[in-house]
């Protein structure tokens, strides 16, 4: 019975032990799970900077504008843990919040740590309809030798720790491109502004204006 007795004990502290050694390792690799989802849902959104625009032509005719222009956009990865998969990115511009170029798609890539990325999509709308608002305000930027617009990226993100990749998360960055012109709207310059009569415009005038970007821009980034 002693024999027994002792067998059904070494079995006992047998379990026991294996039962413990679960636990802990349940435990540890709870802990790492947690740790992995703090990280990968706190981490420090991206920073987004305009560096240059270059806008290449604007065409103003009512009820319609065609805009074409390039642009320089950097972002910066500031975690040092979490890397940042950019699924899908598309840039366009608007003015006075309404669209004025067709959404154009920019490469999707991979962000580790602290690294900078650049994209230099070209943007353009041909004959983009516009609110007569609208077309009267550019108009009177025009005529006092400056335009603001604004390019926006909108996106998803995810983030990457370690081999562990979360799910997809929405991105919305707006960078104010402030353009100005050197000297009076009506002398020489970079592109031809051709607009119809209107306000700031004399009916039947095309006019040459050089607008050009002012300084490079921090943005605004929502995730």
Not at 162 to 167: A, N
């Amino acid at each position: 019975m002693s024999k027994e007795k002792h067998h059904r004990d070494w079995i006992l502290r047998r379990c026991c032990g294996s039962v413990a050694a679960c636990i802990l390792t349940l435990f540890v690799v709870v802990g790492f799970i947690v740790l992995v989802i703090y990280l990968a849902l706190h981490p420090s959104k991206p920073s987004f900077y305009l560096q240059d625009v270059q806008l290449r032509s604007i065409d103003l005719s009512d009820p319609s504008l065609s805009l074409d222009l390039q642009v320089t956009i950097a972002s910066r990865n500031p975690n040092d843990r979490v890397g940042v998969y950019y699924k899908t990115l598309d840039a366009f511009t608007t003015y006075r919040d309404e669209p004025v170029t067709v959404p154009v798609s920019m490469p999707s890539i991979y962000q580790g740590h602290k690294d900078v990325s650049v994209w230099s999509p070209v943007m353009s709308g041909d004959a983009v309809p516009v609110a007569q608002y609208v077309a009267d305000a550019m108009k009177q930027d025009i005529a006092a030798g400056y335009v603001l617009l604004h390019v926006k990226v909108e996106g998803r993100v995810k983030w990457k720790v370690g081999s562990w990749v979360s799910g997809g998360y929405n991105l919305f960055v707006t960078c104010p491109a402030l353009l100005a012109t050197s000297g009076s709207p009506f002398a020489g310059g970079a592109f031809a502004a051709s607009t119809a009569s209107g306000v700031g415009v004399p009916a039947g005038v095309n006019t040459t204006v050089s607008l050009k970007f002012t300084h490079p821009a921090d943005c605004t980034v929502d995730v």
